[in-house]
């Protein structure tokens, strides 16, 4: 599905057959609510223009992203409107800087991973006023206090570790906090108050930033854009005070998220914190602001039940209940903060148990108990159960077959800046192993704990104890056409698997199917080939090639490769979509990251022409 976006009072795109939308972020015509609270006047007036149009760019993104769906959380209800084609026009104030193709295209490509979809940007310069310098920000202060660390702060509870680890150790922080609903606001403001009051005389200052559409509901909760307008947010603030570095708290088992439960996207399938996607942050930050920007994620090689303790260890046990990792705000209740069935809920509590906190936060406070709430929705049982069987069986899946089953891990490491790709391999299979030693010993003491109501069948049928205890195993009754439509989407969802091999005679690269790559596009492919083979002949990754160096070995200047790069991507995806039915887009063939370069993508396979030819 096409969306097509006129921000700030440009006009419209000329359509080509997609859903045209408007957004605006002032004036008569605002639909989105963009504001930021408590913070110093000084730092105000000197923000230059760029940082106020990404603040503008990344509030476009995120409230574009709440407003057009792409399914349910089923993948037998996503299908092919899964991927969005998702094109901005948007007036800037530096528009020389926006509209560098190393800028443009490197958002687009950013984003293009983050989310799952395909991103078109055109900035224009700004015809009519922009807002000023003071039109975000309100309740200025005269307080200029040069802190120690600029770090993004949700209310979470590997949010809230980072902080209250930070704090008693004697930094000075910033913590950036985005809330759309008063109730997170709410959260974060307590918990921020709470730690000013135990570490007197340190104080923590809280800058929260509500970004919100108005007048119209959110029609799509996956939420997958929220982080880039999160490190936006944290980048412009630390800007603000001088700083190239902001910092990110998640544990590392959330960061790489592997889809664990493979029928259920939406939060558990997605790439927030992956290390690619904060790479990919550095990568075009640095390149907007033309300075070195650093996004540390200190948590990284921890579980969920090792950032937990830290909460104990500086003192922080009686404001764990106050935390709140929930993906579902709207079901929240004073009762019950924590739904209990989300993905981020079945962490938080088989972490909180492990590290045996439950006196700190009881389990009344979820509206379904993680060991003995009944899980009878279709849903509800389907997500824990393939939790707990995926991480009980951790044991029998050997490092290799991890690595090769879960393209998520092997996209990540190349991209730990602390450690080189083989440790990093050891060091992510021995942290999936220590969860499993957590999620074990949770169950293992949850059937001693209420073994005689299980062994009286007290305990409902749904909930996670009794189907281990009455089954030995976790099943779930898939409805008569699950199993076919699951894998059918899953085969879509992945990378598109292509095929193609080289008729050396006739100076022509073919795919399976009608895509024929000839002229200029045969010599960029073929250029890219040696890299490509040598990867796949060692069992390496497939190494980038630079721009300058790949512009040299063509005959070409950067900006033409630019453009040849674009015509083959748009030709290649446009002809093997039809080919194999299946939305391509512009990295499944040619991959290009910024600083980096370009590469015949990894998943893509060399055939002979025999083979190549000979019928399926």
């Known amino acids: 599905m096409r969306f097509e976006f006129a921000c700030g009072g440009v006009a419209a795109l000329p359509s080509i057959g997609g859903e045209h939308r408007t957004l605006d972020v002032q004036g008569p015509a605002r639909n989105i609510n963009l504001r930021i609270d408590d913070i110093s006047k000084a730092l105000v007036s000197d923000i230059p223009d760029v940082l106020l149009d990404l603040l503008e760019v990344a509030a476009y993104v995120y409230c574009a992203d709440q407003q057009t769906r792409r399914g349910s959380e089923y993948l037998t209800d996503y299908g092919s409107d899964w991927r969005r084609e998702m094109v901005f026009r948007i007036p800037v104030r530096s528009p020389g800087v926006w509209q560098s193709t190393d800028v443009r295209e490197g958002l687009a490509e950013l984003l293009g991973f983050l989310s799952d979809d395909h991103y078109t940007f055109e900035f224009a310069a700004a015809q009519n006023p922009l807002a000023g310098k003071e039109a975000y920000f309100s309740n200025l202060t005269d307080q200029l206090d040069q802190p120690d660390e600029i770090a993004l702060?949700?209310?979470?509870?590997?949010?809230?570790?980072?902080?209250?680890?930070?704090?008693?150790?004697?930094?000075?922080?910033?913590?950036?906090?985005?809330?759309?609903?008063?109730?997170?606001?709410?959260?974060?403001?307590?918990?921020?108050?709470?730690?000013?009051?135990?570490?007197?005389?340190?104080?923590?200052?809280?800058?929260?930033?509500?970004?919100?559409?108005?007048?119209?509901?959110?029609?799509?909760?996956?939420?997958?854009?929220?982080?880039?307008?999160?490190?936006?947010?944290?980048?412009?603030?630390?800007?603000?005070?001088?700083?190239?570095?902001?910092?990110?708290?998640?544990?590392?088992?959330?960061?790489?998220?592997?889809?664990?439960?493979?029928?259920?996207?939406?939060?558990?399938?997605?790439?927030?914190?992956?290390?690619?996607?904060?790479?990919?942050?550095?990568?075009?930050?640095?390149?907007?602001?033309?300075?070195?920007?650093?996004?540390?994620?200190?948590?990284?090689?921890?579980?969920?039940?090792?950032?937990?303790?830290?909460?104990?260890?500086?003192?922080?046990?009686?404001?764990?209940?106050?935390?709140?990792?929930?993906?579902?705000?709207?079901?929240?209740?004073?009762?019950?903060?924590?739904?209990?069935?989300?993905?981020?809920?079945?962490?938080?509590?088989?972490?909180v148990l492990a590290a045996e906190l439950e006196e700190a936060e009881p389990s009344v406070l979820y509206a379904v108990d993680l060991l003995t709430g009944d899980r009878t929705h279709d849903r509800d049982v389907r997500m824990a159960a393939a939790y707990v069987k995926f991480f009980r069986d951790f044991p029998n899946t050997s490092k290799s077959r991890f690595l090769a089953e879960y393209p998520e891990i092997t996209s990540a490491l190349d991209h730990f800046s602390d450690t080189p790709r083989h440790q990093a391999a050891d060091r992510i299979y021995e942290m999936y192993m220590r969860h499993h030693v957590d999620v074990m010993r949770v169950l293992n003491t949850g059937v001693a704990s209420h073994l005689p109501q299980l062994v009286e069948g007290a305990l409902p049928a749904g909930s996670l104890l009794a189907m281990l205890f009455n089954r030995n195993r976790l099943e779930v009754t898939e409805a008569s056409t699950y199993q076919e439509q699951a894998q059918s989407f899953i085969d879509r969802l992945a990378a598109p698997t292509c095929e193609f091999a080289v008729d050396v005679s006739a100076q022509e690269i073919r795919f399976r199917g009608a895509l024929v790559l000839k002229g200029k596009n045969y010599e960029l492919f073929h250029a890219l080939l040696p890299a490509f083979r040598e990867g796949k002949a060692k069992g390496a990754d497939v190494a980038f090639v630079r721009a300058p160096d790949l512009a040299v070995l063509l005959g070409f200047s950067e900006q033409s490769l630019r453009q040849q790069v674009s015509r083959l991507r748009e030709a290649a995806t446009e002809q093997l979509g039809v080919d194999q039915g299946l939305p391509f887009g512009p990295d499944d063939v040619i991959e290009n990251e910024t600083g980096k370069g370009y590469r015949i993508n990894p998943q893509l396979r060399e055939l002979s022409l025999g083979d190549l030819l000979q019928p399926d």
């Open 153 to 351: 702060f949700s209310g979470g509870l590997d949010s809230f570790a980072g902080a209250i680890e930070a704090h008693a150790v004697g930094k000075k922080m910033v913590l950036v906090g985005h809330h759309a609903a008063p109730k997170i606001f709410s959260i974060q403001k307590h918990l921020v108050g709470a730690l000013n009051q135990r570490f007197a005389g340190r104080r923590l200052l809280f800058i929260p930033v509500n970004i919100t559409n108005t007048g119209s509901a959110p029609v799509e909760y996956t939420q997958r854009t929220r982080s880039f307008l999160f490190a936006a947010l944290g980048v412009v603030v630390a800007q603000m005070f001088g700083k190239n570095e902001v910092t990110f708290y998640e544990n590392g088992v959330v960061s790489l998220n592997i889809p664990i439960a493979g029928d259920v996207v939406g939060a558990r399938a997605t790439r927030t914190t992956h290390p690619k996607v904060i790479r990919g942050f550095e990568s075009f930050f640095s390149t907007l602001l033309e300075r070195d920007i650093n996004v540390r994620t200190p948590f990284h090689w921890l579980t969920k039940t090792e950032v937990t303790r830290k909460i104990d260890e500086h003192g922080g046990a009686d404001l764990l209940a106050k935390t709140n990792s929930c993906t579902r705000p709207r079901m929240m209740t004073k009762k019950h903060p924590h739904c209990g069935v989300c993905s981020q809920c079945i962490d938080r509590r088989f972490a």
